[in-house]
């Protein structure tokens, strides 16, 4: 389908090509027994054709429940609004024949624990052939080969063994990048990463964004990687999206992010997370956050983040900031009262810690 | 594998001596004479000494023991003190219906507990699971003669729709065989059948919420695929074990219902030997049960393998 490129509005051009995936206004509200709880509140997400964006933010953030938004991954007890548009066509509110022909064929997701998120008592080739013959109508026969090729491309060795062997006979890496050759077999157009190395090694964290990146070059594939490792986004992302109690606090250019963090919650991460060469100094120490994301019942038209906010004031008290780019043109967009300036990232003033 | 198979054939031997030792030991210990028994009007001393001298039971306990066991590794289970008939002819007539009454019990069990319990699961909080969990609690606490005697009542003696009672053998007449023996079968399985059903549902319910099911959805499966291939397939390893710990209620509740139904099964032939005091019938009926149940367990331990693929590992490591 190609359907007229929407326009992106006051957004910034994604890195290469057109936006593939457009989510606009997205809210998901979720109906427990102690009351509802909101868990995203108008998120705006735009995925270019062979960009990679990472969503980042602490547990509890709405980042996961965003991903899994996208194609109608979430248990009915869910209320979705908004609008997620995938090459042009309409998602949200999909009947479910519609989703299950986009699941696995042209949106994939990648999830954190590769043990269980693999199912124990299939075979690994037959785990990820099913997909070719749901969605590419092959005979078992021809998907079983092609499941061999598949794990070939995520770099697993010796794949024609490899395919008869069950989840539990893999190592922890092996097992992602199965996932990865299942979520890949269609060729999708977006692939969903949610948090795709948190559960690994370091070293077997760094050839699995070898071989997302690898994907990307290779295939064109569009990524959205959901983490909260600030390392992940580093390595692999074009584009980063900061997220926060279930809003976009600030969105730019990986770089970019990390010198010129502007939002104060981002720039909070960033000395929350260990950097090469940062321990010279005896009395600088990594910077925690002060409190937790909190859990909200409904959105107030204020900062979430005021909180913990060390520039909070009044006006973050009473009214929600726009997120918005503060040099016009720029693509760096935070919604934030107070905006840091272009302080460097270790004079973040939240830690008033003694040594 | 050749270890671990050599290891089960061990500890199964010594289960079956074990089982034959109490058995010997208990029904001696039971009040009652199965000389008197047998003696009928003629309870002279001299008639009494006859009948024990004829059937061994005035040697000592050891002396019999060792008789009833290197007789019976010949083969030789001995004759019915009760019918004169060999014991093995009796088992030869009586086991098949046993059999047959019991396995017909588990598939209809394992069919409509599996079903139902699924059914329960899917359709959470909803009619349906209602309906499931309700016939559960009735085929747990409603005893099943009782069932028995009201299927009979209802099934059989007003409406005619089945036999009230009898046997057909399989070999005689199949059709004839098994109308005598659906009533009984699934009277003997709903206990079995609700036991199934509430370990399926609830385990069903944790395989839907884990994450290889979230990761079959969201490859576009359709429901009922997530169902079966992913979910229910995980759930089964848990029922297998549940089954197998079941068989020996089962078994033992088939004696009941072969009583109800006068089925001329193993429990008929048991009730009438414990009865008699017939020892060498009992001795047989309780070695043959007990082997019944090392066959069983070892059946359920190479169906996990099946099922599950790391058991098969774990086993081959053994």
């Known amino acids: ?355 | 594998m050749a270890r671990y198979l050599a290891t089960r054939a061990w500890q199964s031997l010594l289960t079956l001596v074990l089982a034959a030792v109490v058995v010997f030991l208990g029904i001696r210990a039971l009040p009652g004479d199965p000389a008197l028994a047998l003696a009928g009007e003629d309870r002279s001393p001299e008639a009494l000494a006859a009948i024990r001298s004829e059937y061994g039971l005035d040697q000592s306990l050891p002396v019999q023991f060792w008789q009833y066991v290197t007789r019976m590794v010949r083969g030789d289970l001995g004759t019915s003190i009760r019918t004169g008939e060999p014991v093995s002819e009796m088992l030869r007539t009586a086991l098949p219906v046993t059999l047959e009454l019991s396995l017909l019990a588990i598939v209809i069990a394992t069919l409509l507990g599996v079903l139902a319990g699924v059914v329960a699961a899917v359709r959470r909080g909803r009619p349906e699971e209602w309906v499931a969990n309700g016939l559960a609690l009735v085929g747990l606490s409603v005893p099943h003669f009782w069932l028995g005697l009201v299927a009979i009542l209802y099934l059989a003696v007003a409406t005619n729709l089945f036999p009230a009672s009898g046997f057909v053998p399989l070999a005689e007449d199949p059709v004839a065989n098994l109308h005598h023996l659906v009533l009984p079968s699934v009277i003997l399985g709903t206990g079995l059948a609700a036991v199934i059903m509430r370990q399926t549902r609830s385990s069903m319910l944790d395989a839907l919420s884990a994450d290889y099911v979230r990761t079959a959805e969201a490859k576009g499966l359709r429901p009922r695929v997530v169902v079966t291939r992913h979910a229910l397939r995980n759930s089964l390893i848990v029922v297998v074990t549940i089954v197998g710990l079941q068989l020996g209620a089962l078994i033992s509740g088939a004696v009941v219902t072969e009583q109800i139904f006068t089925l001329p099964g193993f429990g008929k032939l048991t009730i009438d030997a414990v009865f008699q005091r017939d020892y060498p019938v009992i001795q047989a009926v309780v070695l043959v049960t007990a082997t019944s149940y090392i066959v069983i367990n070892f059946a359920v331990d190479l169906l996990y393998s099946v099922i599950d693929p790391r058991v098969r590992v774990a086993g081959e490591a053994a």
């Open chain 1, 1 to 355: 389908m190609t359907t007229a490129t929407t326009t992106t509005g006051d957004r910034p051009a994604p890195a290469d090509g057109e936006p593939v995936l457009e989510v606009r206004d997205l809210s998901v509200t979720f109906t427990t027994e102690g009351g509802t709880v909101s868990a995203v509140d108008g998120v705006d997400l735009t995925l270019g054709r062979g960009e990679i964006v990472g969503v980042v933010g602490e547990s509890g953030c709405g980042k996961s429940v965003t991903a899994m938004s996208l194609a109608g991954l979430l248990p009915r007890s869910a209320e979705v609004t908004g609008s997620v548009e995938l090459l042009g066509r309409q998602l949200r509110g999909a009947p479910p024949a519609q989703l299950r022909a986009v699941r696995g064929n042209e949106i994939a997701y990648i999830f954190q624990e590769p043990m269980s998120s693999l199912n124990p008592v299939l075979t690994v080739g037959r785990q990820v052939s099913e997909v070719l013959q749901v969605h590419e109508r092959m005979s078992r026969a021809r998907a079983r080969e092609r499941a061999v090729e598949l794990l070939r491309l995520v770099g697993i060795p010796s794949p024609e063994r490899r395919v008869r062997q069950y989840p539990h006979e893999l190592s922890g890496g092996m097992r992602q990048r199965v996932m990865i050759a299942m979520a890949v077999a269609c060729d999708p157009t977006v692939l969903v990463a949610d948090e795709p190395t948190t559960a690994l090694d370091v070293t077997v964290q760094a050839g699995i964004l070898d071989v997302l990146r690898g994907l990307r070059d290779r295939l064109g594939t569009s990524i959205l990687v959901i983490t909260h490792d600030l390392g992940v986004i580093a390595d692999v992302a074009d584009r980063v999206v900061v997220m926060y109690a279930g809003r976009v606090v600030e969105r730019a250019g990986v770089e970019e992010l990390f010198v010129h963090p502007r939002h104060h919650y981002a720039a909070g991460l960033l000395s929350a997370s260990p950097t090469p060469g940062r321990y010279a100094a005896a009395d600088d120490r990594l910077q925690e956050i002060p409190g937790l994301v909190p859990t909200l019942a409904e959105q107030p038209d204020a900062c979430t983040f005021a909180d913990r906010c060390p520039a909070a004031t009044d006006r973050c008290r009473s009214a929600a900031p726009p997120l918005a780019e503060l040099d016009p043109g720029s693509g760096h967009e935070v919604a934030c009262w107070h905006p840091r300036g272009s302080t460097p990232t270790t004079d973040h003033p939240a830690g008033e810690e003694d040594a």
